[in-house]
């Protein structure tokens, strides 16, 4: 068993929950909370994870717990203990006596400072868990200084998200494509994530970009200069930013053909549009599975996963 906390800004909060949805196959709440699931998501993966417990033990009481405790191995290594907020509130001392009180009873020298094995203990439906315990590096943070860039390009942490939500809890055997890749940010992310994709581009300056945001991170190059309603091929999945200064004076059936397009390559897709497009969705056999919204002041993208 592993447990998951998350946080997001309110801004985020739909894309948080649909991100989180795909990948743990449960509902998240709004702005932050705590996951617990079968499944060992690596803790780099989502842009909203921000801790992860490896359960190693679980009790009915702290005093049960606390008994089990001693027999924790950590082979010389120093330690410590963090409370992790579950469904239950405790104040900000209850935390530190809890994080004191366990740290008591383990056989090691413990070190708030710089220890080499950090544990987590929380309080969730009523049962208590220990266990080792990561937290997130947001390595997404590095991506934004990129050498180039588009003022309208997507934030790297909602791109990061969106290519999860593509990708789903296992990408490993998965092809994917981003057919409107402009400067790369979505290829970045799902590269830094292990993710098998490549880029396309019709605009021969964005497909430059690409290639100098990816060699700046050290990844491959994997983008070519193209029209999207020419690939050919087949994907698993298809990240579809449609550029807005384009999108949003199309008329709707140049839009459908776009559309058209990706059903022909693609089995899943992920379309960001500055607005909803649903029955353009509709009339090119799209089914959307969920949706979501990002907004940034004035400026809404809307999110639609679709099979």
């Not at 509902?27 to 699931?37: E, L, T």
């Not at 780099?44 to 009915?60: E, M, T």
């Not at 690939?231 to 199309?250: R, T």
Request: charged letters at 25%; hydrophobic letters at 40%; aromatic letters at 8%.
């Amino acid at each position: 068993m592993f447990i998951y906390t998350y946080a997001c800004h309110e801004d985020e909060a739909n894309l948080c929950q649909l991100e989180l949805q795909t990948l743990f196959g449960q509902k998240a709440g709004g702005g932050g909370g705590i996951i617990s699931s079968k499944y060992e998501l690596p803790i780099d993966r989502s842009p909203f994870v921000k801790r992860r417990i490896s359960v190693l033990l679980a009790a009915s009481s702290f005093e049960e717990l606390a008994l089990q405790l001693p027999a924790i191995e950590l082979d010389r290594k120093t330690f410590k203990v963090l409370f992790t907020p579950g469904d239950e509130n405790f104040t900000y001392e209850e935390r530190r006596q809890l994080e004191r009180a366990a740290g008591a009873v383990i056989r090691g020298k413990a070190d708030m400072r710089s220890a080499e094995r950090l544990f987590g203990l929380t309080k969730l439906d009523g049962c208590w868990y220990f266990g080792p315990c990561e937290e997130n590096s947001a390595v997404w943070l590095k991506h934004q200084s990129k050498p180039q860039n588009y003022s309208t390009a997507l934030p790297t942490r909602a791109a990061r998200a969106i290519v999860n939500a593509a990708a789903g809890p296992a990408p490993e055997q998965l092809r994917l494509i981003d057919p409107c890749c402009g400067m790369g940010t979505v290829l970045i992310e799902a590269m830094s994530m292990g993710i098998d994709i490549e880029g396309v581009d019709l605009n021969p300056l964005a497909v430059r970009g690409a290639r100098l945001n990816l060699a700046h991170f050290g990844y491959a190059d994997r983008v070519r200069l193209g029209d999207m309603r020419l690939i050919e091929g087949q994907y698993d999945a298809a990240i579809v930013d449609m550029p807005y200064n384009l999108c949003s004076v199309l008329p709707e059936e140049e839009q459908l053909v776009m559309l058209s397009s990706v059903r022909k390559w693609a089995k899943r897709a992920v379309i960001v549009t500055t607005v909803p497009i649903d029955l353009q969705l509709e009339k090119a056999s799209w089914h959307i599975m969920k949706s979501a919204t990002l907004s940034k002041a004035s400026f809404t993208r809307y999110i639609s996963v679709v099979e």
